[in-house]
């Protein structure tokens, strides 16, 4: 048998192109220049998963062949006895991510093909518009439409309030200051209905429309809003609620046909295993690198599609280009894909990240190189420091007019 090709090293890169803190992993081979990457990025506690690596991972994976992607998942995942949790599985991902690239490149072939090759040409995005008025959020949804992007996920602010996905919202860097911000979930839930009458309206039934509630409203205010919004006919309806209060799914379900999307916040597959048994949610929206990896990501895909759901993969800016990749190969392997969530690449983060994903016709499209097909260009990363800052990259408060915690 041959000599098994061996872990060297295990470097963890921080990087914040753009000011949005990502982290990546390059794991290191016994074959001279064979080497891989993979996502490992949790924007807010970015460190966190800095130190799980290099202090925990990198020294438990050392020497173990490369080969054995399973086997150093279920490894690694049971060395903390205590297991789960964004921080531990980002920084699996980091690991697993970067395995399957070293595999594919061994075969010589895109990642895709070792997922049993492509269901698709290229994978159909959906992209971010958003403004102050409804005006606003229709001039930008027309203008990705002209792109020819063919989904457009729609958010309006409240005046006067912190809306989620508004544009100010979105810049991370902005999040970066420590002010509390102001929110009441009443009149954002009377405003959407209304912002997707007009929208409707306005861009015709052609283009799918989809909304993140983003589970800032009391229970009671989705279900009300699910119902409200269901003559609009959206793609999916996001985060209508809580982890914590996923019980009401069962109750909205009997009440609504508005297709329903969840997961991003989950991190571990007891959360989301009961969702998908009982078909209370239409689209899974995991984030890949917060359940471990591209590992657990084919089995929750493949259980999806045996219970007739289809994917939603996390796509936000604080996914990182390597995650954007893994997110790709997989959607273009599997038979029930829906739809992918894309934060357009800016050029300080094409530039960090040779063989960024194109986009193109409203998709993204995969090179035809061996496999993730991409790379981070450890110099300019080097560039780009995180953003120094006493909270290091903490969500701001949102708070109600009395002063009591909203959910982010
Ligand atoms: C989305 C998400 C993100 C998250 C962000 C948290 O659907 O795109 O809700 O915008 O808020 O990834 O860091
Ligand atoms: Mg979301």
Partial sequence: ?????????????????????????????????LCGVGCATFTQRALAVATAIDKYLRPFVMGRDVDRIEDIFQACNLSGYWRSGPVLNNALSGVDQALWDIKAKRAGMPLYQL???KCREAVPVYVHASGE????????????????????????????????????????????????????PTPYVTMVPDLFAHLRGALGAGVELLHDVHERIPAIQGVWLAKALEEYRLFFLEDLFAPEDVDYFRM?????????AMGELFVNQAEYVPLIRERLIDFIRVHIS???GLTPARKLAAF?????????????GDVSPVGHAANMHLDLAIPNFGIQELSLFRDETREVFPGCPEVRDGCMWANDEPGLGIDVDERRAAMYPYPDHPTNGCWPEIRGLDGTIFRP
């Avoid at 996920?153 to 860097?173: D, E, H, K, L, W």
């Fill in 133 to 184: 008025s409804f005006a606003q959020v229709e001039e930008a949804a027309r203008a990705y439409m002209e792109q020819g992007f063919r989904y457009v996920r729609c958010q309006a602010a409240v005046p006067g309030y912190s809306t989620y996905g508004n544009r100010s919202m979105n810049s991370f860097a902005a999040l970066n200051l420590s002010q509390t911000r102001t929110w009441e």
């Fill in 115 to 117: 997922f049993g090759g």
């Fill in 304 to 316: 999806c599609e045996y219970m007739g759901i289809r994917t939603a993969f996390h796509g936000p």
């Fill in 252 to 260: 909205v379900r009997q009440q609504t046909a508005t297709p329903l």
């Fill in 1 to 33: 048998m041959a000599k098994p090709v061996t872990i060297t090293d295990v470097k963890t890169i921080l990087t914040a192109p753009n000011d949005i803190r990502l982290v990546v992993v390059k794991v290191y081979t016994s074959e001279p220049g």
């Fill in 290 to 292: 917060d359940i471990g």
